[in-house]
C-alpha cells in the first residue's frame, strides 16, 4: 500500500512563491511516476507537473516556466514562483507504479495513488 502526504499549502500575494512537499510511505520502491495536480472550485482536476523515474519532467502551458518539480531524500516538491490568483486551488500529489512517457504524465488517469491536498491561495 501506498499512502502521499502533502503540505507547505498556503496563502501568498501576488508574484510571491511557495513550496509544497509530497512524502511517500508504504512501498515507495514500487513508484515509478509522480506528478502534481491541481483543483480549483467549480473546475476540472488539471495536470500540472510531472517527473518520471529518470528524473525527467514535463509541466502544463499555464506553469511553464513558473513552477519547477524535483525530488530529493524521498520527498517529491513542487516550487511555483511569480504566483498569479489564475494558480487558487487545491494542489494534489499523485503516484502511480505503471510505466509512464518520458517526463511521466499529467492525465488523472494514469494515478492510482492521491494525497488529501493542500490549499494554495494567491491574494492581489
Known amino acids: 500500500q501506498v499512502q502521499l502526504v502533502e503540505s507547505g499549502g498556503g496563502s501568498v500575494q501576488a508574484g510571491g512563491s511557495l513550496r509544497l512537499s509530497c512524502v511517500v510511505y508504504?512501498?515507495?520502491?514500487?513508484?515509478?511516476?509522480m506528478a502534481w495536480f491541481r483543483q480549483a472550485p467549480g473546475k476540472e482536476r488539471e495536470g500540472v507537473a510531472a517527473?518520471?523515474?529518470?528524473?525527467q519532467t514535463k509541466f502544463a502551458d499555464s506553469v511553464k516556466g513558473r513552477f519547477t518539480i524535483f525530488q530529493d531524500n524521498g520527498f517529491m516538491y513542487l516550487k511555483l514562483d511569480s504566483l498569479k490568483a489564475e494558480d487558487i486551488a487545491m494542489y494534489y500529489c499523485?503516484?502511480?507504479?505503471?510505466?509512464?512517457?518520458?517526463?511521466?504524465?499529467?492525465?488523472?488517469?494514469?494515478?492510482?495513488?492521491w494525497g488529501q491536498g493542500t490549499q494554495v491561495t494567491v491574494s492581489s
Open positions: 499523485a503516484a502511480d507504479s505503471s510505466y509512464a512517457p518520458a517526463g511521466g504524465s499529467l492525465d488523472t488517469a494514469s494515478f492510482r495513488y
Open positions: 517527473i518520471d523515474h529518470s528524473g
Open positions: 508504504g512501498y515507495t520502491y514500487s513508484i515509478l511516476h
